[in-house]
Every structure is written in C-alpha cells, then in structure tokens.
C-alpha cells in the first residue's frame, strides 16, 4: 500500500494548473478502469446557476481509446462561456490514464492521470496530475481523485484539488443513484481554509444495446454551491453522454 501511495504522490508533485474558479465545471471523477480496445467519444456540459456567476458554463469534447487493459489516451476540446459573454473555444489538450493495480490487503484500485491543455488565446498553457482511488463492493462504487495543477509557463503555487463520488447500481448496471463532489483544497503556499466546494446528487443511466451500436451512458446532476463557491452560484448543472464503442 505504501508503495502505491509513494508512486502516485511522486507522479502528482512532479507534475502539478491553477484550479478553476468553480471546481468540477469543466471536469469530472474518473474511475480506474480501462476498456481495452474501447474508443469512448464524450460530451459533458456544467452552468452555474444564480449570483454573479450566474451562466457562466464549460462544454468539454473528448474522443478516447483504451489501448491496454492498463493504458487509455484522449483528446479533447473545450469551450467556455463567461456570464453575459459568448461561447468560445478555450483549449485544446491530451489526457491519459495509466492503472497501476490494486492496493493489497484494502481493495482499493489506484491509477495515475496526467493532462497538457494548450491554451488558446494567449493565456498559459497547464499542467494537471491526479491520483485516481476507486473501492466497488457489490453494487456500490466509491471513487476518490486527489488533483495538482500548475500553469506550465510561470513559477505560480501549485493548486490541489478534489473529485469524489459515492453511488449505488438500483436497478443492475442500467440506472445508479448517488452524490457527487468537487473542491479546491488550497495551494503549495496555504493549504486549506475557507475554499469552493460543489456537492449534489447525481444520476448514471447506462444503455447497453444504444441503436447506434456500442453503450451509452447519460449522466446528470445538480451540485449545491458550498463555502466560497456560494458567494458567486448557488449551483452548478451538469450533463454528460458517453458513447463506448469496441472495435
């Protein structure tokens, strides 16, 4: 167990952008599993809702593969809108997974994610790590991301952040019920504090047989604004779609 702790800590200190202003509005939890041979293509979409940043949303497309049973790379796009503005592309960038297995003894899969987003209208590009933990027992499925970001062209602090999920499969694998959460935890200056934080239910409805062929999942949610988030949103929507197809 320690091993992987070390490994994955390592991994995210090495590589750590500085997080967003509303955590989780451009993102999502990611699991440890990997489809080998799979090629994902996914659209997820969050608006924060109320206050000032009432509006404000981020779109995210992103074509993936699996191309081991321990090894998934993407591409993706993304586009923001700020409150009042217009939409617009905002970065383009590469993602991959590398699973490292399981911690002996606890049950809990561990996998290490890295991001490159290359801006697109001058701004830094950044750099983004995450630790990925995932504990399934029965029909229960618990995952945690621990996240480090740093802007890659200017010697800032490095951001920490956190993803986690808890849900339940109530009818097989085709509909799970559950809670959701996003956070800033600080940086590599103060760690800590009176930080953004986004919690709310969430569901998951998975189309095995999708008329197009392969799977499709549906995700959507409502997260409530806690702490500083809620001095600017009352909330944040999201959606996703996530079509799977082997070849």
Known sequence: MFKFLMIGAAVVAAHAVPASAAPGLDSKVYGTSI????????????????????????LVLEI?????KRFYGALKTTLEREPGGATQ???????GIYRLG???GVGVDVAIYGEYNAALHGEPHNLETKLLLEKTVGRFDARLNLVAERLATARVPVEFSYAGS???????????????????????N????????????VARIEIERFPLGGELEIETGYLFAVGAAADNSRGQARIGLEWGLRF
Request: proline letters at 3%; hydrophobic letters at 40%.
């Open 102 to 104: 399981m911690i002996p």
């Open 64 to 68: 993936s593969h699996g191309f081991s």
């Open 35 to 58: 489809g080998r041979g799979v090629t994902e293509f996914e659209a997820r979409y969050g608006r924060l809702t109320g206050r000032a940043d009432d509006g404000a949303s981020a």
């Open 190 to 201: 103060r760690f800590g504090g009176r930080r953004a934080h986004f919690i709310g239910p």
């Open 166 to 188: 808890a849900d339940y499969a109530v009818i097989g694998d085709e509909l799970r019920l559950g809670v959701e959460a996003f956070g800033a935890l600080g940086d590599s």
């Open 89 to 95: 592309a905002s970065s383009i960038g590469v993602e």
